[in-house]
C-alpha cells in the first residue's frame, strides 16, 4: 500500500519523490520522534513546576503563589511580580486557573513551532539548492520538462520533510492546549492555515535566495536563516513584551510577515485579561489601515493577513521561475516590476495614517512619510539590483536591436518593456508609479503644506534616478564582480555625503543645499522649511537634472560605440575571411 502511495507521488511530482525518498530513512524519523517528544516533556515539567505544591505533601508550605492562582494576596504579604495567592477549595485542593496554563503552553508550543517550520525549513532548503549547484545537478533540474512550480513544489514538500514529520508529532499536544485554553476551534485552523501560507511564503522566498547568492557557497544557507532567525526574534519579542505591539507607522508591514500576529486573534478570544496573558491584544483596536480600525474584528484581520502573504508569495515566485529558467538574465521582468511597485505602495502607504500614540497626528503623519520615504529608496535600490543587466547583455542589445523587423517594438517600447535594455527609463516609471499613487493621498489628509512633502519626494526620487544611472554605467565597465562593485558604490553615494554634511555642519539654508543631493530631503524640509528659499531648492533639482541628462546621454553614447564596434569588428572579420578565400 505504501509503495503505490509512493509511485503516485512519483507519477505526480517526481521531484517530491526524489526528495522523499532520500530523507525519510529511519535514523532521520527517530531523532526527530526523540526531540519532539522531548520538547513537549521538557514543556509540560516546565509548566508544571510553575503550579503551586500539593497542600497535601509533607511540609508543604500554607501560604504559596503562583501565576495560575486565583485570589489576590493578603494586604501585609509579598507576593513576586504577577503572582497570585493561591487559595484551596472544598476538598483541600488549589483553585488554579486551568485555562490559563493551557493557554500559555499553547503559546510557547506555537513560538516553538514557528522557530523550528521557519528557521530550520529555510537552511534545509538553502543548504540543498547549494549542493544541488556544486554537484552540477541542478542543471538536470532545469532541463526537466516538469514545470518550474512543480519543480519547487517539490523542494518545498521535501526538503524540510523532516521538519514537518516533527512538528506534526507536536500537533496533537498543540491543538489539545489551544482547546482547553477555550480558542474557537475556527481560529484555530486559521492559525494552522496561516502557517502554511506563511511557510509557502518563506521557503519561496528561500529558494530565490538561494538562486540569486550561489556564490556565496556554503555560508547561504547560514545567512539566510540566520535572517529569518533574526526576524522571529525580534517580532515575537516586540509580539509576547506585554506591552503595545504595533509602531503606529510603516513599520507594522513588517509584523504583517509574522505568522505569530495571528496568535494575537487566538488569545482575545479567550477572553483573558490583557494584564494577566502577556500580549496586548488590545492593541488591535488601535492598528489602522488608511485610518481603518478594522483589525479587532478577527476574521477581517486574519484576511488581511492572508491576502498579504498570498500577494508577496505570487510575485516571488514569478521572479523565481524567472531566475529558475534564465539565471543569466535580470532578477524581474520589467512588465513584473511594475505590478510590485503599485503592490509596494498601495500597502505601505496604508500604514501611514495613523494618528500614533500621544496624539499630534500632523506631526506624526509627517514622521510616517520619513519612514515611508525610507522604504521606497530601500525598494528603488532592490529594483537597481534586479533590473539592471550585465555588461554582455547590454553590449549585444546593442549591437542586435537595429536587426529586428520593421515590426517590432520601438526603442522607447523596448526600454520600457525589453529584457535586455538599459533598466534606467524602467526604474524612472517604477518611481513614477509610487509618486502618482502618493500624490492623491497626500491631499485626502489634513496638513498644513503637503506641497513641502511632494517635493522632498520628488527631489528624492531624481537622486535614486541618478544612482540607478550610475549603477548601470558600473555594469558596463569591464570588471571582476561589477554587481557588486555596483552595490557598493551607490551604498557609500548614499552615505557618505550626510555624514560629511554633518562633520562641515552644513545646514540646509545654506548655498544650493547640499543636503538635497541625499536621500533625506524630508527630513530638511521637516526641521528647516521656515529658512529655505527658492533659490536653495530650485538649484539642486537643476543640478540633478542636468546629472540625469548627462548621465543618459553618456550611457547611450557608449552603448552606440559598442555596437558600432562589434557590429565593425565582424564587418571586418567577414572582409578579411573572404579575401583570404579568394
Known sequence: MLLTYFDKIGDWNPQLFRELKGRLKTRNLSIAAVIAIGIQILLLLTYSGKLPIDPNVINAPDLQYSRYCTATPPPNAYAPYKQLYCIPDLLGNWVINWQLWWLDIFKSLSVIGLFIL???????????????????????????????????????????????????????????????AHIAPGLILSYYGGILISCAFFFSLSLFFGLISSGLGGFQSFLGSGIILQFLIFTTSILLSGHDFIFHNPFDWMMLFYPGTLLSYLVKSTYIPVKTVDLDYETLNNFAWYGKQFWDNSWLGISFIFANYLLWTYWINQALNRRFRTPNTTWLSKINSYGISVSFIAITTGFVFQSGRHGRFEHHLFENLIILQIFIVIFACLLMVALSPQRQVLHDWARYRHQNPKHSRSLLQDLILGEKSPSTLAITLNLVILLAYIIPSIFLVPLHNPWEILLGLFITSNILIFYGIVGQRILLFKLPKPSLIATAVIALLMVIPPILFGLLELSPDDFSSPWFFTIFSLVVFENYSQTLTVTSVVAPLLIEWIMIVLGVFEMSKHLQKAGESQTHFLASSKEYSSTKIS
Open 118 to 180: 521557519l528557521a530550520a525549513g529555510t537552511y534545509l532548503l538553502i543548504a540543498d539548492l547549494s549542493k544541488e549547484e556544486n554537484r552540477g545537478t541542478l542543471n538536470f533540474i532545469r532541463l526537466s520538462p516538469r514545470s518550474s512550480n512543480n519543480i519547487f513544489l517539490g523542494k518545498i514538500l521535501g526538503v524540510p520533510s523532516i521538519i514537518y514529520f516533527l512538528c506534526l508529532l507536536l500537533f496533537p499536544l498543540h491543538l489539545l492546549a489551544g482547546l482547553q
